[in-house]
């Protein structure tokens, strides 16, 4: 088992009421597999996704990650995790402007305490970008770029550091049906071919029908 999550609630407080996002979500994830969570907008699958990666703290409940609660971790140990073995592909691809699309590609390599050579990091940024199918562009800063490519990058910048997961939050989203769907594809064959864990977030019954399993959540509730 790569994930556990059990007994998942999450509440925020807004104006006098507190708002219960999440309501006892009980949820495996196996490595290798390719998982998607659909539901309504505001139905919880993002701050679902978020605390499956150990990006957001749930207010009660469990998150196990290779058999480890990553909530019983301090905030460095958590962080350390999320860098080293598992990747993050958000809707708005959060890349550096200032930066080229290689340099966004290695940062996470960059940014891991190891003593790896820079010429190596930028090596295995290359080949991932050679991937990607935009092997022309790692000079290009993101403004050079369409949408549909800074995802790419994105894609390629989540799978630095040889994670076992993917999280992906609505990761087509914010593109064209031709683009987002060469995202779902890349996604889909680096899962054949590397074997990572993806779990994808989205809205899209039709992206969600090409993953494995489906999971569906309605008002902090997982249907069965």
Request: glycine share 8%; hydrophobic share 40%; net charge positive.
């Amino acid at each position: 088992m790569l994930i556990e999550a059990k007994n998942i609630h999450k509440t925020y407080k807004e104006a006098d009421s507190l708002l219960h996002v999440l309501k006892g979500i009980d949820l495996q994830i196996h490595a290798g597999e390719v998982v998607a969570i659909v539901g309504p907008s505001g139905a919880g699958k993002s701050t679902l996704l978020h605390i499956l990666g150990a990006l957001d703290v749930p207010h009660r409940g469990q998150v196990h990650f290779n058999g480890q609660d990553v909530y019983a971790l301090n905030d460095q140990e958590r962080a350390r995790i999320r860098n080293s073995q598992m990747g993050f592909v958000f809707q708005f691809y959060h890349l550096l402007p200032e930066l080229t699309a290689l340099e966004n590609v290695i940062l996470p390599a960059m940014v891991k305490n190891n003593s790896r050579k820079t010429s190596a990091i930028e090596l295995d940024g290359v080949k991932l970008l050679e991937q990607m199918g935009l092997a022309q562009r790692g000079s290009h800063r993101p403004s050079q770029l369409s949408g549909g490519e800074q995802q790419r990058v994105a894609i390629a910048r989540s799978l630095m550091n040889r994670p076992q997961v993917v999280f992906c939050d609505e990761p087509t989203g914010n593109l064209d049906s031709q683009s987002g769907a060469m995202v779902i594809d890349v996604l889909l064959n680096l899962n054949k071919s590397n074997g990572q864990a993806v779990v994808i977030v989205t809205h899209d019954q039709a992206i969600a029908k090409r993953t494995q399993r489906i999971v569906y959540i309605k008002d902090g509730i997982l249907l069965k």
